[in-house]
């Protein structure tokens, strides 16, 4: 599922404003993704829907307990809608152990500034499904540990998905 990206000629964001109207309209069009949903075996599962030079759309697929580490989107905007089931976002600060949880059920809409670090997961016994839009299309992610002083770089990896093994 980890593949490295192609470097494009990176456009600025779109608000992510838009990103949420972008990913609540592909919600409403379930006959465009529910034919698509399947679930990894013990890991979250994830296919492209669309993609043009300035937005890419994702179908994500959640197992219980599944998630992600702290990471940024490398520069791009996101927003991210529940389908089905339940998410949890914890967001982080760089400079300190500050963090604010939220909790989405299906509906549920969140927009992620270029600039944000946060990890999604299900706490929930049931899967979950979910619409995530980024602009510009993922170039890079950059994952993090804690630390006493904050969050601490892990690793930035090259990727056109929304989540590298690397």
Known sequence: MTSSATLRVRRPPLPTTELAAIVREVAADTASWMPLVQFGTNERWWTR???DDDVEVWLLTWLTGTGTDFHDHGGSAAAFTVVEGTLSEVRASRQRDARTFSTLHSGGTREVAPDVIHDVSNPSALP???????????????FYDTAPTGLRVRHTALTNEPEPTA
């Open 49 to 51: 829907l669309r993609s």
């Open 128 to 142: 979950a499904v979910s619409i995530h839009a980024y602009s510009p299309p993922l170039q890079a992610m950059t």
